[in-house]
């Protein structure tokens, strides 16, 4: 079977990883590199199971800038392409989709489109309206970034917006390349799968939040925030995971989802999700409030990335603590190894990890690893587990 992917980020890069074991898949990306990378089998993310399977395995994948070579006799078309949150318009931005859609209408082909990307609640019946279709339907992603194609081998459920035949044949396809057995499928209305996509994420926001306010808690009051956590954690209807505290939420999904899905709450009575979105931004107020205590001349920021094993600094919670140090007037450097600028945010980038050591007062560091642990006596973080 022949399927097309268009947009190569971390969803699209997976799932054409995944299905070229067992199908001919095209890759469709508006980067020459991006597609030059692909097409020699090396990974433009950093994800180990991509790299890996780029190295071992006999995958039919191409990669193309040409979406006619992409579309063309493609069973399904799946829409992967991002979609950054408008902080003016208080939606995402769905162009990326919509120029799919569109180009695939104006070929006149048989095929059914697959929504990956993450898309506002009401977008797939709004989209069938707007372009006089029906070949399209919404399958929600839940990956984690640097291991988003272990999360497609072992995914924790397929869901399908759509009750149907060909519904039924998508998931089909994603079970057949997965290597988990039990993998349960849930199909309802494409609109239930949107909201089940931003209410899923906005959960894990709600649980990075609560556990990070009860750490603020704890070191305000001078209380042992491990002790705590581990207590409360041992209820089982709790749970001893994703309770390590960080500087705050943040990647690609987290942030623009809760506000999308507050967003999604016009004229309905709310008060959690607006909450949510606030005491991230609290959070990062308050480890700028605890660096300015101790009247740092510089600041180090060791590693822009959101978290361990990930190469991603988009919508990091350390670019919004780094903007709140520079209205402080405090001086701030960086090493961020993969960082290819001098600069960042007007910032000094430091590429040597002796002279960054020796040159900051105080270093921030968000997720602890065997690098940092050199400068113990130096170190601001709240990593308890170093681990996400």
Do not use: W
Not at 161 to 180: H, P, Q, T
């Amino acid at each position: 079977m022949k399927i097309a992917i268009a947009g190569t980020g971390y969803v699209g890069l997976s799932l054409a990883t995944l299905l070229s074991q067992k199908n001919e898949v095209y890759a469709l990306d508006i980067i020459p590199e991006k597609v030059e990378m692909i097409n020699k089998r090396i990974s433009p993310i950093k994800d180990e199971k991509i790299e890996e399977y780029f190295k071992t395995k006999e995958l039919n994948l191409k990669a193309t800038l040409d979406y006619k070579e992409a579309f063309k006799d493609a069973k399904f078309i799946i829409i992967s392409t991002p979609t950054n949150y408008d902080e003016n318009l208080n939606y995402f931005d769905t162009s990326s989709v919509e120029d799919i859609i569109q180009k695939v209408k104006e070929m006149n082909i048989d095929t059914t489109m697959v929504i990956k990307s993450t898309i506002p609640v009401g977008f797939t019946e709004m989209a069938k309206k707007k372009y006089n279709i029906d070949n399209i339907m919404f399958s929600p992603e839940f990956l984690r970034e640097g291991r988003a194609l272990y999360d497609n081998l072992y995914p924790s459920r397929i869901i399908v917006g759509e009750k149907s035949k060909r519904a039924e044949e998508f998931a089909n396809i994603l079970k057949e390349v997965a290597l988990r057995e039990d993998v349960i499928v849930k199909y309802m209305g494409s609109t239930e799968a949107e909201a089940v996509k931003l209410f899923a994420n906005t959960y894990l926001a709600l649980r990075v939040s609560y556990f990070n306010e009860l750490d603020t808690y704890a070191e305000l009051k001078d209380l042992n925030t491990q002790d705590i956590i581990e207590g409360v954690c041992l209820d089982s209807r709790i749970g001893d995971y994703y309770n390590n505290p960080s500087f705050g939420y943040g990647g690609y999904c987290l942030p623009k989802d809760t506000k999308q899905l507050l967003a999604n709450y016009n004229n309905v009575p709310q008060n959690l999700i607006e909450a949510i979105v606030k005491s991230n931004n609290t959070r990062k107020k308050h480890i700028v409030n605890m660096i300015k205590k101790s009247n740092p001349k510089t600041v180090g920021i060791y590693r822009l990335t959101m978290k361990a094993g990930s190469d991603n600094f988009r919508a990091s919670a350390i670019s919004d603590i780094i903007k709140g140090l520079i209205k402080e007037d405090i001086r701030v450097l960086i090493y961020e190894p993969t960082l290819d600028k001098s600069t960042y945010n007007d910032c000094t980038v430091v590429k040597d990890f002796d002279e960054f050591k020796d040159m900051a007062d105080v270093i921030l560091v968000n997720r602890i690893d065997d690098n940092i642990n050199k400068v113990k006596n130096k170190i601001y973080t709240r990593d308890l587990y170093a681990r996400d």
